[in-house]
């Protein structure tokens, strides 16, 4: 075993052993817990960059492990990989800290930390996936590790939705599951790589690839979210704030994202995909996906149903940018949104759990004048709401501004109008938010003030969005500095010689 | 000392003899029935490891008991199959060993009941032992008559374990149990004497070098296969199973749900593709997995519609044999050590995961005085690690990765698909979404603590109830990730007859 593949196992491990010590830990152990977890997550990160860094230079990191004749478990830490791993391993810092500032004097926490652990391993075992088992694998593992989560309150409420979760995952994880097999009697093993299988296949095998591609993206669209497989994720909003952050940012909805960006980039390629004429179909359901989501967003009072609405329109632009894979530009936007929506997501999800938690404040219509009882956490809101409408310099309009380009070099100019209408949409359903929370007035007192302290909320409840915040103006202020996400995403998209 | 070495065949009678005298040895000497149990169960594990290596190195190898030749003497033979299932049973028999040990000291400190529950295991050790003995003769013989001895062993002793909790539902459960498995037996005894009036012959590998495929050896194959159908439990046929399941004591429930239904399997199977194989026709192949397929969607929506849990896991046993059997028709699409492979991965997840699961509805049933899933909220705060093992068992009935039921139910898939028998597929998948269902239906109960729940205190705890479940869950879970090395042990395939005989065939 070489230091790549020791570095592989340990990033996995990072997570996973004090995910394991957390479970054994007494309930009242609350300091060793928190170190336990941050230590995992800090040393996690420093692990992940370690091989970033590697990767860049062009260093080679891969396990593979056979099981049985044309199976085998195979991790890799590809340039995409890295993406992916980074981004969810900084957010799952930032969301353990506020999780346990959330969680402060809350029951069962060994409970909900331990699977919290699991979970970001799990997830970062998505990202470092180098085959469709592997993938599978933690994909399956992925569904079993949340679902504690989405019903760690057990009212009954949550038990419905943590019982639809499942049903919609673990259908979708069914029809993943056959999609590959067949796909695997078809083309034989393949390993995600810059090319996908032999074009040789396509010419001989189109019909069933084309039916394979479909419902691979049906497997893995029921955890994108895309419409109408988009059932189970406003129902999960029932599930503590620091749940919903990662379902939406770091995890579920984006483990769901990057699996269509691994089978459209490194399973398929696009010269397959453009011979077998399946990339319309794609980009066909990820527009419908962005609008449905848009109008229904405008619709809710309850503020996390919409950020959840939000998460299914945001998510689908990734979808978006994969359907004009010939289109560098637009690959690039696809590929940068995954994080920029991630950092957006997650600050929105932060203070709508801080409004929660300190003021008791879950619809819109509770808003009035709110910014001037939070105003750091309004600032945070205002800041992801901006990126997600999409107004430089946020990383939302690096996002966008990619895929215009991307979408008018292929000649589609209706992409861009979909573009432009959905953050009028955006627009729509966010700009009312800011305006009745900074110049509304405040009608009747906070239905429940739980906190009243130095600071608007507890420090560790307000330092996460703020963090997050940041890193929305500054990564897209600076996108094109050295290292930023947008540089790293156009590393990738050299590596792939597009 | 020519006894001692490895490559002397004579070594595989150990997993038959060391069982067989421990459990006279249990009636003898009553104060220390476990020490002997337990060594036992040790020696028979490490037996079963020893076989392996032994295969491994020396191949597969015959032993004939008294020096006696075949066809007149009784032969034993090792191959990969047979090792792994002794494997299989030596793994899981030491967990429930510990396990019932466990079981019946809790009971035993429990006050009221006590001289019952010392009299229950003073009969539970040497009958599970002969049990044991019984079932690694089946794996191990090569005569279709001892086959038969050991069937009646297995069959007796079994429901006798079935009956030892004295309640009357158990009590009657376990007459319908022995009633079934006699007819079974008397049905396996009238095929072999068919099979013998027609060739002479009772060795199996003799038996499987015959031309003749006359009416009198269809008979006889069709009349043995009823028989063990019958003791298998293969729907419509099943329906002795979940009452006698249910109703016996957790650790006998554990024994008969992952090993006794596997014996009669392996018999049935080792029948129809090694020895008759030559006989068999696609119709009757297509039959089996017909009932394979109806007794996975059966046995899954009747777990999905029981209240209590005991009942549940009996009705999942029901139908996680049906994948066994659906195995059956797509053996037309690959070669037999490809089917070996899906049956024996299916065999070994199913044998851990499910006894995991008995022992751990066993810990519930004892600390909470019933097993009604609706009055089960929140068990995990007082019993964690049985709730974690029974939910990694469930894992491994859903046939997620990296279980060793994924690998065989991915090979399931491969072939239905490659043979464009799709009907299979859904089949599969249709079963397990409705385990998805069943197992979770509990596990959220399981694990949501509502709040202001008080978690019961709990008076008595023993590891000894809560460790061995979750290692039985783990290895079943773990299986896949072994996969190569069970591949590699089943490659060292069957007897090459020239080898063993050389004389040739008599």
């Known amino acids: 075993m070489n230091w790549e593949q020791l570095l592989l196992v340990s990033i996995l491990l990072s997570s996973l052993i004090p995910g394991i010590i957390i479970f054994g830990l007494p309930e009242e152990r609350h300091r060793l817990r928190t170190i336990l977890n941050l230590c995992g997550a800090v040393v996690k990160i420093s692990l992940i960059v370690i091989m970033d860094i590697g990767i860049y230079l062009g260093h080679t990191f891969e396990i593979r492990m056979p099981l049985i004749p044309g199976v085998e478990l195979l991790l890799n830490g590809d340039p995409l990989s890295a993406l992916f791993a980074t981004l969810s391993s900084v957010l799952w810092l930032l969301t353990t800290i506020y999780a346990v500032g959330y969680l402060e004097d809350s029951p069962n926490r060994s409970h909900f930390f331990g699977y919290f652990s699991l979970c970001v391993t799990v997830t970062i075992g998505i990202a470092l996936a180098g085959n469709l088992v592997t993938f599978l694998l933690f994909y399956e593992m992925l569904t079993l590790t949340t679902y504690p989560l989405v019903i760690h309150r057990g009212t009954d409420k949550s038990l419905r939705a943590g019982r639809n979760y499942l049903i919609y995952a673990f259908s979708g994880g069914a029809v993943f599951l056959i999609a590959v097999i067949w796909l695997q009697n078809v083309v034989g093993p393949v390993d995600f790589s810059a090319t996908g299988f032999s074009p040789g296949f396509t010419d001989s095998h189109g019909t069933v690839l084309a039916l394979i591609f479909v419902l691979l993206i049906l497997g893995i669209g029921v955890k994108a979210a895309l419409v109408p497989l988009h059932g189970w994720l406003p129902q999960a909003m029932v599930a503590p704030a620091p749940v919903s952050a990662l379902l939406h940012a770091v995890a579920v909805v984006k483990a769901g994202a990057f699996g269509i960006v691994r089978i459209v980039l490194d399973v398929y390629g696009a010269q397959n995909l453009l011979l077998l004429g399946v990339l319309p179909l794609l980009g066909g359901i990820a527009t419908i996906t962005i609008l449905y989501g848009s109008l229904r967003a405008l619709q809710q009072d309850n503020l996390k149903r919409l950020l959840a609405f939000s998460t299914i329109s945001q998510v689908s632009y990734i979808a978006l940018g994969m359907s004009l894979v010939d289109q560098p530009l637009a690959v690039i936007g696809g590929l940068v949104h995954l994080v920029h929506q991630g950092l957006m997501k997650i600050t929105l999800f932060f203070c709508a759990g801080n409004l929660a938690e300190t003021l008791g404040i879950h619809h819109i219509s509770k808003m009035n004048g709110v910014a001037r009882r939070m105003p750091l956490t309004m600032a945070a809101f205002t800041i992801g709401a901006l990126g997600m409408i999409g107004i430089p310099p946020t990383v939302g309009f690096v996002s966008k501004w990619y895929l215009g380009l991307g979408s008018l070099a292929a000649g589609n100019w209706w992409l861009l109008g979909i573009l432009a209408i959905s953050s009028l949409l955006n627009g729509c359903y966010f700009l009312p938010i800011l305006i009745r929370a900074w110049f509304g007035k405040q009608q009747e007192s906070w239905p429940e003030e739980l906190y009243v302290g130095r600071f608007e909320t507890r420090l560790m409840l307000l330092l996460p969005p703020l963090i997050t915040a940041f890193t929305v103006m500054a990564a897209g202020a600076v996108a094109n500095a050295q290292i930023s996400p947008l540089a790293w995403v156009r590393f990738i998209v050299r590596e792939y010689g597009l | ?506």
């Not at chain 2, 019984?134 to 090569?142: C, D, I, K, T």
């Open chain 2, 1 to 506: 000392m020519i006894f001692l070495n490895v490559d002397n065949p004579s070594w595989m009678i150990t997993p038959i003899i060391v069982p067989l005298t421990a459990g006279l040895l249990c009636f003898l000497f009553q104060r220390k029935t476990f020490a002997i149990a337990l060594s036992a169960v040790l020696v028979n594990l490490l037996a079963a490891c020893f076989l392996i290596g032994q295969l491994l190195t020396c191949g597969p190898m015959r032993y004939s008991m008294g020096g006696w030749q075949a066809p007149l003497g009784i032969t034993l033979r090792t191959d990969g199959p047979a090792v792994l299932m002794l494997l299989m049973t030596g793994v899981t028999g030491f967990a429930i060993t510990l396990y019932a040990r466990g079981y019946f000291s809790f009971r035993i400190d429990d006050p009221g009941g006590t001289d019952r529950h010392q009299q229950q295991q003073r009969y539970f050790w040497p009958l599970w032992l002969l049990l044991l003995a019984g079932l690694n003769g089946l794996f191990l013989s090569n005569d279709i008559f001892n086959l038969y001895i050991t069937l009646e062993i297995i069959g007796i002793s079994a429901a006798s374990l079935a009956a030892l909790s004295g309640k009357p539902a158990a009590r009657l459960a376990s007459f319908r149990y022995l009633l079934s498995s006699l007819l079974g037996s008397l049905t396996f005894l009238l095929g072999i004497v068919f099979l013998y009036k027609s060739c002479g012959l009772l060795d199996l590998d003799l038996l499987r070098n015959l031309t003749e495929n006359g009416p009198g050896v269809r008979a006889a194959l069709a009349l043995m296969s009823v028989g063990l159908l019958l003791k298998t439990a293969l729907v419509p046929m099943h329906f002795w199973l979940p009452p006698a399941h249910a109703n016996a004591l957790a650790p006998v429930s554990a024994i008969l749900s992952a090993l006794v239904i596997k014996g009669s399997f392996y018999l049935l199977f080792r029948l129809w593709f090694e020895v008759f194989a030559s006989s068999i026709t696609t119709e009757a192949l297509n039959v089996m997995g017909g009932l394979g397929a109806g007794a996975i969607l059966w046995g899954a929506i009747q777990a999905m519609r029981q209240h209590r849990l005991k009942l549940m896991v009996a009705y999942s046993t029901v139908s996680q044999l049906g994948y066994l059997f659906v195995a059956f028709p797509l053996s037309r699409a690959a070669d037999n050590a490809q089917v070996w492979s899906i049956v024996i991965f299916m065999a070994m997840a199913h044998a851990c995961a499910k006894s995991a699961m008995f022992m751990s509805a066993g810990t519930i049933f004892l600390h909470f005085g019933h097993d009604r899933i609706q009055d089960l909220t929140g068990v995990r705060a007082s019993l964690p690690i049985t709730v974690l093992a029974y939910g990694i068992a469930g894992v491994t009935l859903m046939g997620l990765p990296p279980s060793g039921a994924f690998i065989a139910k991915w090979l399931l898939l491969s072939w239905a698909l490659a043979s464009c028998q799709w009907w299979w597929v859904l089949v599969i998948i249709a079963g397990s979404a409705m385990a998805m269902i069943y197992v979770f239906r509990v596990i959220s109960r399981f694990i949501v603590i509502p709040e202001g729940f008080s978690s019961q205190k709990l008076e008595f705890h023993s590891r000894l109830l809560e460790w061995p479940a979750l290692a039985l869950a783990l290895i079943s879970l773990l299986l896949g990730l072994v996969a190569p090395w069970l591949l590699h042990i089943l490659a060292k395939g069957s007897i090459d007859l020239t080898q063993i005989l050389p004389g040739g065939l008599p």
